[in-house]
């Protein structure tokens, strides 16, 4: 098992940054490939970003060039580092992790194995 625990959403205005931590605890956390979703009420989870245990990344087109996944195996904590927020942006967050990575499939929700609570982000216009 491995347990997830989101942090550091916020109320921020459009064009602000926000960085959400993800810390796991339960398993050795660099043989995770980790990412992040999103849901806004009444829609679907998104897909935002994924990094492997080899640290390649992935990324949606709607944050290419805004949002940075990255990992700290020291820690056990994953990032998301989001810039030049958007109103669209608005979403619960979580973190996701899978053992068995398959880049085809990383933005299948499916995939990952284990979810965190989620931490909720809303940029306001």
């Known amino acids: 098992q491995v347990q997830l625990a989101e942090s550091g959403g916020g109320l921020v205005q459009a064009g602000a940054s926000l960085r959400l931590s993800c810390a796991a605890s339960?398993?050795?956390?660099?043989?995770?490939?980790m990412a992040w979703f999103r849901q806004a009420p009444g829609k679907e989870r998104e897909f935002v970003a994924a990094i492997s245990s080899s640290t390649s990344t992935f990324y949606a087109d709607s944050v290419k060039g805004r949002f940075t996944i990255s990992r700290d195996n020291a820690k056990n904590t994953l990032f998301l580092q989001m810039s030049s927020l958007k109103p669209e942006d608005t979403a619960a967050y979580y973190c996701?992790?899978?053992?068995?990575?398959?880049?085809?499939?990383?933005?299948?929700?499916?995939?990952?194995?284990?979810w965190g609570q989620g931490t909720q982000v809303t940029v306001s216009s």
């Open positions: 996701a992790a899978v053992r068995f990575f398959h880049p085809l499939r990383s933005k299948t929700p499916e995939e990952y194995d284990y």
């Open positions: 339960g398993r050795p956390f660099n043989m995770y490939s």
